[in-house]
């Protein structure tokens, strides 16, 4: 169960400071950054600083003023194990935090998620995921 103890971390802020600052941060933080706009400073990020995000998560940064959050659709996170939630995530562009039993030797399945699947977010938008264990050996 020790390797799913560090699966969440908080969100730096980073508003107001420069792209390189934001982006040391966040690698500090065990997070990627995305970063959109040619501006040189973070106006906006998206998780917000002082959210919960998975560690290895992507923080999509904001340069421009009047930027358009970049849409997203929302995978089914679903009957899938915490690696394949956390990759199907990932390749949808948006992030997940792990909630639930995710011990055993089988660790866990998924079985809920807090925003439906095929709904239009945020890209970077962190989605609960619940997970319950499963003992394959029924």
Not at 44 to 61: C, D, F, K, R, Y
């Amino acid at each position: 169960a020790e390797e799913y103890e560090n699966l969440n971390t908080t969100v730096p802020s980073v508003q107001g400071k420069s792209v390189d600052e934001a982006r040391d941060a966040m690698m500090k933080a065990g997070l990627s950054t995305r970063v959109v706009g040619d501006g040189d400073t973070v106006v906006a990020q998206n998780p917000l600083g002082g959210s919960t995000s998975p560690t290895n998560g992507t923080i999509v940064l904001y340069t421009t003023e009047n930027y358009e959050p970049e849409k997203v659709t929302v995978p089914d996170l679903t009957n899938m194990s915490i690696s394949g939630v956390t990759s199907t995530a990932a390749s949808a562009g948006v992030n997940v935090e792990i909630s639930g039993v995710v011990s055993g030797a089988s660790g866990g399945i998924s079985y809920y998620q807090e925003v439906e699947a095929g709904t239009q977010v945020d890209r970077g938008t962190v989605i609960r995921v619940n997970f319950r264990y499963t003992d394959s050996v029924e």
